[in-house]
């Protein structure tokens, strides 16, 4: 075992113990509504943590470079779906967080139960949450494996870390909930900041020219990388992959975002981290950064998504990538840890039945984590490409909750849940036939196009089944207005 | 009057995001400061997003968004 992979499970452990220190008194660890929300009481410096830690996944380490790789400046499609996800956010969150305050929300489908008076319509949001969410879960572990394995070379140490990695994720996830990842968040946020930093000044160097010469160098030799005219990513692929995305997360349509939503002491402490995150998400840049290096050095053969723990192999000294690894470890592990909450939450609290009692609930809300958690692992270790069409699904399936959402937040729903569950179910399968039905629609993306029937069908529905509003009682009329 | 200037600051960023691959002097092979002219960009209005939320908030449109009373 070489000193890389002993500093990368080393850092795996720390933060799980990091985590697992969060664990409250026994009294309050029995309570679901603590594990999952932490007692809505956490700082706007917790929330912040909280929100920018979920932010960064494995997919900002190796994807968004590799993205850069193999498109260029398509990818900084990433530094604007980020962004303007946190404009409507800004305006909306108070709104959940009150929303979520009054009425006890613990996960989105509460919301949706409450908001439109229906269990029915809260637990098929439930399973849609559950299902979708569970690719994205396994993506993490996998991506994991792939850090570990590019960063110590060994297949075996990288099913280690996977196994280690998860394991931990569930002990600390069970043990703290929320606080938990809340502890996590801040040193992996460290950890990854600190870690992108040191990429962004020692890979360069490596170039031939320095960070100067890296540019010019991708001006003479890839040009095309530096424009959004490329096949497929052009500018509708751009714009479409933003809006699709800023829908998403802007509509608060993913389940695993709640908690942390949830968990603010005020909705202003979250409208004040929604003003300062941005600055946060510019760490996207160098990400970005790098694989422009990969591009200019590695082999076009290269795989894009290898292409950050490449360059850092190539620039830094072993220990350091260990380090690196450790950050990048933190990137799987607390989305992962949010992720197996948000499955977790929404099967024990809203598909159980109603009768079950505190601690029977817990216990079953805690078995969902180890299923959950363990069947992630086993898909990752066995069969990766087994949820890799479904993950396909999983951003345009969520943000077919948009419309529904958005009609939830007014003070008087209008809207009835039975035309909300329409326009979802509609939007889903249209979603699952453009995905799946070989439809070719260029560079649009297909969640967006399945936004116009699940909008329409919504709206329809509600035109038709809306009850017609009562006639007039000329026995109520004012007495001002009879003879 | 404030909440609706608020929303139109807040909507400044969107709109230059969504306009980068239609603005020839943006969608360029040009470098700007040794960097491609669309990565600039994208970091420049990500610190406008910070700017424009700043601003919004400035104008007070939380207040009205804090009571809940609308969406």
């Known amino acids: ?483 | 009057m404030n909440r609706a200037l608020g929303y139109a600051v807040a909507a400044v960023p969107a709109v230059a995001f969504f306009a980068t691959p239609f603005l020839p002097f943006v969608d360029t092979t040009r470098l700007w400061f040794g960097l491609p002219a669309v990565l600039v960009w994208g970091v420049v209005w990500t610190l406008g997003t910070t700017a424009a939320l700043a601003v919004t908030e400035r104008l007070g449109t939380h207040r009205d968004e804090q009571e809940g009373t609308t969406a």
Request: hydrophobic share 55%; with cysteine.
């Open chain 1, 1 to 483: 075992m070489n000193s890389t992979m002993v500093i990368a499970l080393a850092g795996m452990l720390g933060l799980a113990l990091l985590g697992a220190s969060g664990r409250r008194a026994r009294a309050r660890a029995h309570d679901l509504g603590d594990w999952t929300v932490g007692g809505r009481s956490f700082s706007t410096l917790t929330s912040w943590f909280l929100q920018a830690g979920e932010f960064f996944t494995t997919f900002s380490f190796l994807g968004f470079a590799g993205l850069a790789f193999s498109g260029g400046v398509a990818a900084v499609y990433a530094l604007g779906y980020l962004a303007l996800g946190l404009i409507p956010m800004y305006f909306l969150a108070p709104r959940f967080w009150k929303l979520g305050r009054d009425h006890g929300y613990v996960t989105q489908a509460d919301f949706f139960t409450e908001r439109f008076r229906s269990p029915l319509l809260g637990k098929v949001v439930a399973v849609v949450g559950a299902v979708f969410l569970l690719p994205y879960l396994q993506l993490q572990i996998t991506g994991l494996g792939v850090i570990v394995q590019l960063a110590t070379g060994s297949h075996s140490g990288a099913q280690l870390s996977m196994v280690l990695a998860t394991a931990l994720t569930a002990a600390f996830v069970l043990l703290a909930g929320i606080r938990g990842i809340a502890r996590a968040a801040y040193a992996k946020d460290v950890l990854m900041v600190g870690a992108l930093v040191l990429l962004l000044v020692a890979v360069p160097l490596g170039v031939s020219g320095g960070f100067g010469g890296l540019f010019s160098g991708i001006q003479h030799t890839r040009p095309e990388l530096l424009t959004l005219r490329q096949d497929g990513l052009d500018a509708t692929w751009f714009c479409c992959a933003m809006l699709i995305s800023s829908i998403g997360t802007g509509f608060n349509t993913m389940p695993h975002l709640w908690p942390a939503l949830l968990s603010a002491r005020s909705g202003r402490a979250l409208q004040k981290n929604y003003v300062w995150l941005p600055l946060y998400q510019i760490a996207l840049a160098i990400p970005i950064v790098i694989g422009f290096a990969g591009a200019l050095v590695l082999p076009r053969g290269t795989a894009p998504n290898d292409a950050l723990l490449t360059m850092a192999g190539h620039a830094l000294p072993g220990w350091l990538v260990g380090v690196v690894a450790v950050a990048a470890a933190g990137a799987a592990m607390v989305p992962s840890a949010a992720i197996v909450m948000g499955i977790s939450s929404l099967v024990s609290h809203n598909l159980l039945p109603r009768g079950l009692g505190g601690r029977a609930r817990l216990r079953a809300n805690h078995a969902t984590v180890l299923v959950a958690a363990g069947l992630a692992l086993l898909l990752g270790l066995t069969r990766p490409d087994l949820l890799a069409n479904l993950l396909l699904l999983t951003f345009g399936g969520l943000a077919q909750l948009a419309p529904a959402t958005l009609a939830g937040l007014r003070a008087e729903v209008r809207l009835g849940a039975a035309p909300a569950l329409l326009g979802i179910v509609t939007g889903v399968a249209v979603l699952g036939w453009l995905t799946f039905g070989g439809v070719d629609l260029g560079s649009v993306d297909a969640g967006l196009v399945a936004l116009v029937p699940n909008i329409a069908v919504t709206w329809a529905a509600h035109l038709l089944l809306r009850q017609p509003a009562p006639l007039p009682d000329p026995a109520a009329e004012p007495a001002t207005s009879r003879p």
